[in-house]
């Protein structure tokens, strides 16, 4: 479809319409304090990186939201994935640390307009986004987008599933290699979420009264619930891909 895609320092006033689109994200996927803590100032902050695309009426159709960040000196990626490089970029940012990548951290389309392929149009962006401002590389730690139909399967087997065309069986993950990303590395703990039983209860809609293993739907991999001590944890596994810009 027909989409403009500015950056927010082009386009400051549509800041609000950004975050009142719609979307289809879990409930529980709203509360890592990470996230909660961090997530809400990237489009000040870190205005030429925030992508924002309004559809023929002008109105918000989706958005993209990626930070630069200083590499580790050995070149890897950090394992603690998503989490770790929202703080990275911002503590980079406040001690003045020149950056030398750029990390995709989320691409939201409004739930109407889901299926019409803007997602891999906001990656594309985000790609000659990072590129138009001298980075060589784009880095994502991608969420699977069918990975949430079968928790039990460790990211590990999952991230490197591939078709007889050689791409990768995940849909999400393919849109990624189609343009130009490969895998690099499994993030495990790229997203801890913890809660009370009643705050998991709230998000979810499911009991969360015995110890052990919980299904959510759109999680990636179990709950962890421990019912005598009256919290469960989360932890998402994300895979770390590169794009050569």
Known sequence: MDVTISTIAERPEL???????SDSWPEFMLHDPIGWSHFGRLP????????????????????????????????????????????QGFSDHLHGREPDTVSAL?????????????????????????AERGFRELVAPVRPSAKHRE?????????????EDGLPVDPWMR??????????SVAPTSMVITGSLEQWRAWTGLPFDTDGWVEVPGALVPVRC?????????????VWMRHKL
């Open 44 to 87: 000040r902050t870190f205005a030429d990186f925030t992508l924002i695309a309004t559809d023929e009426r002008g109105e918000v159709a989706a958005r993209a939201h990626s930070i630069p960040f200083r590499r580790a000196d050995n070149g890897t990626l950090p394992p603690n994935g998503w989490d770790q490089v929202l703080m």
């Open 175 to 184: 849109t990624h290699a189609r343009a130009g990303a490969v895998v690099d």
């Open 151 to 163: 928790p039990s399967t460790a990211m590990a087997e999952y991230a490197y599933r591939t078709r």
């Open 15 to 21: 800041i609000d319409g950004l975050w009142a689109m």
């Open 106 to 130: 989320d691409i939201t389309v409004r739930s109407d307009l889901q299926g019409h392929g803007l997602s891999g149009i906001l990656l594309g962006a985000l790609r000659n986004n990072a």
């Open 226 to 238: 421990a019912a005598r001590h009256d919290y469960a944890v989360y932890v998402e596994p994300n």
